[in-house]
């Protein structure tokens, strides 16, 4: 690499997975690869946040983008979150961390005795609904 290179040309800075938990795609894919690290490093391993939606569903329109996004009453533009709605789930940490989308900095709060982040919160993706660009 010479000094003018970019130390991060041509590498991914940010993967996001989301995945129903009932779809079967999901299940046999990104949910089971994420279960264990391997020992082999040739192995398929898992790398980035994990955004689990408890529901069923593997068409991506129907059951992923209209959970995801849900559009308001004009059905032009993604709608805030509301009570119920997957955004604004709280994200919940596994033992890895970055499983359901949890940032896994400061997520409990004690004395509210939940957690502080919810899915919008750590998702790159909700970012940029409604054409927002993100700004780094």
Known sequence: MSA?????EGAICHIEHYANIYDF??????LN???ETPVDQL???FMGKLFINPRAGHQFNQHYLDSIFPLDPTLRFTRDPEDGD???MDAMPDSR?????MDHREPWDKSKGSYTKKMR???RLWQYR???RLVD
Do not use: P
């Not at 795609?25 to 990104?30: L, M, T």
């Not at 961390?97 to 989308?101: E, I, L, N, T, V």
């Open 4 to 8: 003018d290179t970019d130390e991060h």
């Open 25 to 30: 795609a999901s299940r046999w894919g990104v």
């Open 33 to 35: 690869y994420t279960k």
């Open 43 to 45: 192995e398929n391993r």
């Open 86 to 88: 997957f955004m604004e």
């Open 97 to 101: 961390g970055d499983r359901a989308g």
């Open 121 to 123: 919160d750590v998702s």
């Open 130 to 132: 409604n054409g927002r």
